[in-house]
């Protein structure tokens, strides 16, 4: 077989694409029939990562099926609106009256079609009327026919006018809600939007953070090359590594655990150190915690959350079984704790709006309305933190989504009522590379269309050494 990066030799082929459909699977391991199933029950309200991590732990599919099986998963979840903005156009019966697997079918035929350009058209209308076909009957099978072939003789439907309907042209060109468009052109302005926006449609990358006591990350990067898996350090975090390959085949790596870049970020901004007593109060699934105990060793992080299956993920992190990750059910808005730390992390329950790369289905779960009821959650979070923070230590408050809303006007709603807080520059706790992610206020700020990142806000507390609460003077 041709290396990657190598021409084939005589006699030889190229080794054949994911989206190559010539390649077929045994019917029971159909990339195609599994993303109909998952993006079904997608549909009714579960979650595309949660899924497609069940389906891959199976093993039943090979890498390159499996690697087209998560394309179509992410990629048609995310272009959701403009798939339905052309089926629409093309069905003679309601896309909401359909059953959900015949409605993902048209969805996954049509995004073939629009977006994988080494799918042979005939290709993909003939084997997604064929799984319609399975699933749900001859007559379901003939409707699927005829609108898919619809589409090949009419081509997709124009989109809004960009003049006259700027947002609802940009919110099925790059399928967002128009709400969400709205908002961004307002907070962001056009450039920045069309900027996320574009990026958003990209797929996430997969991102490890390494050990530094177990391994150094050129250790890492050296063991997956003999492996043949293509990786490459992170350009912000210390201890990142990107890697081009599912996270099943990492299994056997010691001395690393999936997180996003930005999310390592994050830790950088509290930047705990050996002894100090830290706590992460919106903890689950466990992340930062694990990132936070490395460096806090010998003392223990203490990491609480309301979510108890999020703290069962936490207690199975290699930290927790060492006992450096003490694991307390807790709401986060009345914690039941009377002492003091040193640092404490509130990654606050948000609406994830940074996140659609790799959960694509919040675009169509959110509405604005979500947003303002989940600030008033994260204010009251910050408030209960706050006493927990001793005189000269730092708090450190952080979402993963893109809205003021959430960010800096829940930061300024606290900073008025805890006058003994004020905010400090995050660049001498980061990365040099990541100096520029740091906005006038001092605050991280990453965004997808920077660097791949997703899109966090995280913000450095700093409580003054000699206050007390007698002294205020409000």
């Known amino acids: 077989m041709s290396r990657p990066g190598r021409k084939a030799g005589p006699g030889r082929r190229p080794p054949p694409r994911a989206d190559d459909p010539r390649h077929a699977t045994p019917r029971g391991d159909d990339p195609r029939r599994a993303a109909i199933d998952v ?30 099986f998560t394309r179509l998963v992410y990629g048609t979840e995310a272009w959701r609106a403009r798939l339905d903005w052309t ?37 993909a209308v003939d084997t997604t ?8 009957g001859a007559g379901a099978a003939s409707f699927a026919n005829a609108v898919l072939r619809g589409f090949l003789r009419r081509g997709e439907r124009p989109l809004p006018d960009p003049e006259s309907e700027p947002e609802a042209h940009l919110a099925l060109r790059w399928s967002h809600p128009e709400w969400l468009v709205r908002m961004w052109r307002a907070e962001l302005g056009d450039a920045r939007t069309a900027a996320i926006l574009a990026a958003d449609a990209e797929p996430a990358p997969t991102v490890v953070r390494v050990d530094p ?54 830790v950088d901004v509290l930047d705990p150190r050996p002894g100090e007593r830290v706590l992460d109060l919106c903890a689950a699934p466990g992340g930062k ?11 223990a992080v203490i990491a609480a959350d309301r979510s108890r299956p999020g703290m069962r993920r936490i207690a199975a992190l290699p930290a927790a079984r060492a006992g450096r990750v003490l694991s307390l059910v807790a709401d986060a808005s009345t914690p039941p704790l009377v002492r003091t730390f040193d640092a404490v992390l509130v990654d606050a329950p948000c609406s ?5 790369r790799a959960h694509p289905e919040i675009r169509w779960r959110r509405e604005p309305a979500d947003l303002e009821q989940l600030a008033a959650r994260q204010r009251a979070i910050l408030a209960s933190a706050a006493p927990l923070v001793r005189p000269g230590g730092r708090l450190v408050y952080a979402t993963c989504t893109l809205a003021s809303v959430e960010n800096e006007r829940v930061v300024a709603s606290f900073l008025e009522s805890n006058p003994e807080f004020h905010v400090a520059d995050a660049r001498p706790h980061l990365p040099a590379a990541a100096a520029e992610l740091v906005d006038t206020s001092g605050a991280l700020r990453t965004s997808p269309e920077v660097g791949g990142l997703d ?20």
Do not use: C, N
């Not at 915690?289 to 003392?299: K, V």
């Open 39 to 68: 993006l079904a029950r997608v549909d009714g309200g579960a979650f595309a990562d949660a899924l497609v991590g069940e389906r891959l732990a199976r093993g039943t599919l090979d890498p390159r099926a499996a690697a087209l």
């Open 87 to 123: 089926l629409a156009g093309l069905a003679r019966r309601p896309l909401g009256d359909l059953a959900a697997p015949v409605r993902a079918a048209l969805r996954v035929g049509l995004f073939q079609l629009l977006m994988l350009d080494r799918v042979p058209a005939h290709a």
């Open 129 to 136: 009327v064929s799984l319609v076909k399975q699933i749900a």
């Open 213 to 266: 006591s177990i391994a150094s990350r050129d250790d890492v990067l050296a063991r997956l090359a003999e492996r043949g898996v293509e990786a490459r350090p992170t350009a912000f975090a210390r201890h990142g590594i990107v890697v081009a390959a599912p996270v099943a085949q990492l299994a056997r790596e010691s001395g690393i655990a999936l997180q996003g870049e930005a999310s390592q970020l994050v």
């Open 289 to 299: 915690a694990g990132a936070i105990a490395e460096r806090t060793s010998p003392a």
């Open 352 to 356: 994830g709006l940074g996140t659609l």
């Open 455 to 474: 899109g966090f806000y995280a913000v450095r507390l700093e409580r003054a050494s000699g206050w007390s609460a007698a002294g205020s003077s409000g």
